[in-house]
Nanobody, 121 residues
Framework: EVQVVESGGGLVQAGGSLRLSCAAS????????VGWFRQAPGKEQEGVSC????????YYADSVKGRFTISSDNAKNTVYLQMNSLKPEDTAVYYC??????????????WGQGTQVTVSS
């Protein structure tokens, strides 16, 4: 079965850090772009970051640029999202998704169940 599973969410104070993990099974991240998305209550889903597996390039939303870092551990078939200097507005459910091919433009076809990140002020 092809799936991705997120972990690492939690409650943290503003200014703190969390590292989210996205573990894949049934396929390898080598061949697909992996994106992190988030959705806060009452807001639309937002693309946060993406790792393009064809050339190792990365993408970040302006709202997280300089604070979040996406990385990949091929040996563990896991993609990470290191989140530093967290702000209350980063509070959301964070989802990991694998695209149909290498490119961050998607489409994204395999989604995780999400992990809650809550940043207190």
């Amino acid at each position: 079965e092809v799936q991705v599973v997120e972990s690492g969410g939690g409650l943290v104070q503003a200014g703190g850090s969390l590292r989210l993990s996205c573990a894949a099974s049934g396929f390898t991240f080598d061949d697909y772009a992996v994106g992190w998305f988030r959705q806060a209550p009452g807001k639309e889903q937002e693309g946060v970051s993406c790792f393009n597996s064809s050339d190792g390039s990365t993408y970040y939303a302006d709202s997280v640029k300089g604070r979040f870092t996406i990385s990949s551990d091929n040996a563990k078939n896991t993609v990470y999202l290191q989140m530093n200097s967290l702000k209350p507005e980063d509070t959301a459910v964070y989802y990991c998704a694998a695209a149909l091919d290498y490119y961050c433009s998607g489409p994204y076809v395999t989604w995780g169940q999400g992990t809650q990140v809550t940043v207190s002020s």
